[in-house]
């Protein structure tokens, strides 16, 4: 009976080992099958308002003056903080594939101190670089004015002379070598419709259209000042929208558009001017027209589009060690025929900032802006901010 137990003990073991080493052999990586860099911030942002804005831990457009007077605000907030991952792999014949995931805290929130996980980008790009080709499919920003002012402000001059913002898409990338110096890139795309929900029932009006919205960009880098390349593209886009007006066939649609410039120039080692212009129609989801997109007729059922005008230029300085500076100023002027009494006109701002590296990760940074907003026939109104920043990189 003895040996029978051992001789049965022997035959388990065996047979457990060649089922381990069977797992093992098949089993994927813990991680990843693929290379992943992980990156991000940390980001506190402390924020004092001499005038009352919209919504508070960053600034969309000041508040009327007939609705708070000398009413100054404090805010506080880590919400911009980033988590982000790079994907590389796998590389199959002239194919390289990558992808990223980034997210910010900037999401719906129950309160203050409990943030909501906002997507940035959840993008896959399959890159052709012998043919200097390639496809991206997911969530990222627009081709539309890809340019963005240096600023500590999580808004970027968003609602303020900087349209663009980030949605999902599917985008073609061909590059041209025109010259030894002089480099061609155009941009196709065709994103996600996102329209405003109808005051006259349910639904969004962009998918409400049945159509994409179709973006694209040509840019070129070329020498003109300088060691480094000039660089300068135009862009636009195209887009319909449908409100339905009830439950019948009653319907009107409209048009949002825009046509757009951007430009990079170098002087030297430490200075560089950065700028964009747009111009267009329909643009609230696109953070311009100052967050106003459309006017509705309920009488008549009929929509129409606000236009709107602007854009924003930056000098970016480093001429110290350790130090980055910047100054700018950007604008977004609405069509005040377009829009009711009371409605946005004008946002504009001037704002300076400075950033100062601790070391390699950390930063302080300083920023002062100006911002000022006025409404058709209530008069304007105007905001000192001055913004303080901790951020530790990784």
């Not at 009929?302 to 005008?309: A, L, M, N």
């Amino acid at each position: 009976m003895r040996k029978t137990k051992i001789l049965l003990c022997a035959v388990l073991a065996v047979s457990t080992a060649g089922i381990s080493t069977a797992w093992a052999q098949e089993q994927m990586p813990l991680w990843s099958s693929v290379d992943i860099q992980f990156y991000g911030f940390i980001k506190l942002d402390a924020a004092y308002d001499t005038a009352r804005s919209t919504p508070g831990n960053f600034v969309q457009w000041v508040d009327s003056d007939h609705m708070r007077q000398n009413d100054d605000q404090f805010n506080m907030t880590a919400n911009q903080t980033r988590l982000g991952f790079n994907f590389t792999g796998p590389t199959v014949g002239a194919a390289q594939t990558t992808g990223k995931v980034e997210v910010d805290f900037y999401g719906s929130s129950l309160a203050e101190n409990k943030a909501g996980i906002l997507l940035r980008h959840a993008f896959l790009k399959i890159a052709y670089p012998e043919d200097d080709f390639s496809i991206l499919a997911g969530q990222t920003s627009d081709v539309i004015s890809p340019l963005f002012p240096s600023t500590i402000s999580y808004t970027v001059c968003w609602w303020a002379g900087n349209p663009g913002y980030r949605r999902p898409q599917i985008r073609l990338t061909k590059g041209f070598d025109l010259d030894n110096d002089v480099r061609m890139e155009v941009i196709g795309a065709a994103t996600r419709n996102i329209g405003s929900v109808s005051p006259f029932g349910p639904g969004d009006s962009g998918e409400d259209s049945g159509l994409p919205t179709f973006q694209s960009r040509v840019g070129f880098t070329f020498p003109l000042i300088g060691d480094q390349p000039t660089a300068l593209g135009i862009s636009g886009h195209w887009g319909e929208e449908e409100y339905d007006f009830d439950a019948t066939d009653c319907y009107d649609k409209c048009n949002s558009w825009s046509l757009n410039v951007d430009l990079t120039q170098p002087v030297n080692d430490w200075l560089t001017f950065k700028g964009e212009f747009f111009t267009g129609q329909n643009l609230s989801q696109y953070l311009a027209g100052i967050g106003q997109g459309i006017t509705v007729d309920a009488v008549n059922e009929t929509i129409d589009e606000i236009g709107s005008q602007g854009g924003w230029i930056t000098a970016n300085m480093t001429p110290i060690e350790d130090w980055t500076f910047t100054i700018g100023a950007s604008m977004d002027d609405v069509d005040a025929g377009d829009v009711g009494i009371g409605d946005r006109t004008l946002n504009n701002t001037i704002f300076a900032n400075a950033l100062y590296n601790i070391n390699a990760k950390t930063q302080i940074g300083l920023e002062i802006t100006k911002w000022h907003t006025e409404r058709r026939q209530t008069g304007s109104a105007d905001n000192f901010r001055t913004q303080l920043a901790f951020i530790y990189k990784f």
